[in-house]
């Protein structure tokens, strides 16, 4: 079965083109343009892993952390940030609000690639304890 992932972006053009991609590798893709409807997909599929901007529209990823963090459905799923916001103090913040990693964009879809594997590796491993 292949892993199942959210990826939530509200620049269509790299929504399109990470879709793509990680379709590329197998992954079941769910996508979203913004945080609410990314947090209602969420809850339907209950993907292995999101992927989430932090500045869109509707709901931002600071308050999509927030939501993951306080629903007991919701947060076991490791949230992967990816966003242009490069500042010491944003990464930490969102660290502390529970993210499970951070991309600073623009990023090789490599790097993306080589954390999606890692975090599938930490999420795949304690589901199964």
């Known amino acids: 079965m292949s892993?199942?992932?959210l990826l939530i972006e509200d620049k269509a053009g790299l929504l399109d083109t990470l879709k793509s991609l990680l379709?590329?590798?197998n992954y079941t893709v769910y996508t979203a343009s913004n945080g609410q409807e990314g947090l209602s997909i969420a809850n339907r599929y209950l993907p292995d892993l999101v992927i989430s901007d932090i500045?869109?529209?509707v709901l931002n990823g600071y308050a999509l952390l927030d939501s993951f963090r306080i629903d007991p459905q919701l947060s076991k799923i490791p949230v992967l940030i990816a966003s242009?916001?490069?500042e010491a103090h944003e990464i930490e913040l969102v660290m502390q609000k529970g993210a499970?990693?951070?991309l600073t964009k623009p990023f090789v879809f490599a790097h993306l690639h080589q954390e999606i594997k890692r975090?599938?590796?930490n999420s795949?491993?304690?589901s199964k304890e």
């Open 3 to 5: 892993a199942r992932i």
């Open 119 to 121: 975090l599938l590796g």
């Open 100 to 102: 499970a990693g951070y």
């Open 23 to 25: 379709e590329l590798h």
């Open 55 to 57: 500045t869109m529209p």
């Open 124 to 126: 795949m491993t304690a």
């Open 84 to 86: 242009a916001k490069n």
